[in-house]
């Protein structure tokens, strides 16, 4: 699935099934807490902390929660995601070309 046919199929499971979008302010909002579950997750099974009794570590679905709260913001704002990651892409490449390689705390 590309970013466009993700982004339509948002679009149409919202106008099918979730009567309209969450105001920009809520889906942020919400963004937020998914990135934050998400961090609770990294944490726990890259970082020092310990599951809790009958947590598990689903981390796919929490970045695909992250992707799909994206992908609403995306919608609602206008924002074409494959041309703002090409172009984001472009960007990078431009600006950073060989400064990683270049950084001597990655080598």
Same mark, same amino acid.
């Given at each position: =699935? ?5 982004? &339509? ?8 099934? /979730? ?11 919400? $963004? !937020? ?8 997750? =990294?944490?726990?099974?890259? /970082? ?21 709260? $994206?992908?609403? $913001?995306?919608?609602?704002? /206008? ?6 990651? !090409?172009?984001? $892409? ?7 070309? /060989?400064?990683? &390689? ?6």
């Amino acid at each position: =699935m590309t970013l466009d046919e993700a982004q &339509q199929q948002v679009d149409q499971w919202i106008k099918t099934y /979730g009567v309209r979008y969450f105001s920009e302010l809520t889906n942020m909002a919400i $963004l !937020t807490e998914e990135v934050g579950e998400l961090a609770r997750l =990294m944490a726990r099974k890259y /970082g020092d902390q310990s599951f809790k009794k009958g947590e598990t570590a689903d981390l796919a679905d929490e970045m695909a929660d992250v992707l799909w709260v $994206l992908l609403c $913001l995306a919608n609602q704002t /206008g924002v074409n995601l494959t041309s703002a990651l !090409t172009a984001n $892409l472009a960007k990078k490449t431009t600006r950073d070309h /060989g400064r990683h &390689q270049q950084n001597p705390k990655l080598k």
